[in-house]
Each structure stands twice: as structure tokens, then as C-alpha cells.
């Protein structure tokens, strides 16, 4: 089971990466310092899965432009009117 997408444009920014790992090991400081090794293990065991999926696995993919879309030629051409109803030169229908 994958709980860290790295592939996620989230991930992308080296700022977001570090964040989330420091944040994390820092929980766990502050969980040592206030004495719950419990708590502390836990947001370490983050910080080390953290750590593992965005940057010792990371492997960034290229941003990929994706096409304009291109109209369907069935909805935006109104069909043609019949020649019938068009009158020629001299007054008659064609």
C-alpha cells in the first residue's frame, strides 16, 4: 500500500518535499522533548517514510503539455442548406 504518491504535482517543489519530512521529524522532537516515546516513534516512523518516498525513490517525471483540444468537426459545422433553395441568377432554383 502507497500512502505518498510521488508522482503527485504536489511533489514536484523541493520546498514541499523538505517541509513534510522536517515537519515530521520535528513532531517527533517535540514528542521526546515532552516525554511520549509513543507519539515520538510514530511521527519518526513518518519522517522515515517521508524521507523514502520523496526523496530516496523520487524520480520526477516532465511536465507534459497536453494538447488544445481539438473541436469535433460533427458540432461546430452547421449543416449545409440545400441547393434547391437557393435562388440562381435569373429567378429559378437550381
Known sequence: MQLIDPNHPAYRRLWVRIAIVAVCFGWAAVEIIGGDPFWAV???GAGAYAYYMLFWSF??????????????????EEPAAPAAD?????????
Open 42 to 44: 510514530i511521527s519518526a
Open 59 to 76: 524520480n520526477p517525471q516532465p511536465e507534459v503539455a497536453e494538447p488544445a483540444a481539438m473541436p469535433d468537426a460533427d458540432d461546430d
Open 86 to 94: 437557393k435562388p440562381s441568377k435569373d429567378g429559378q432554383a437550381e
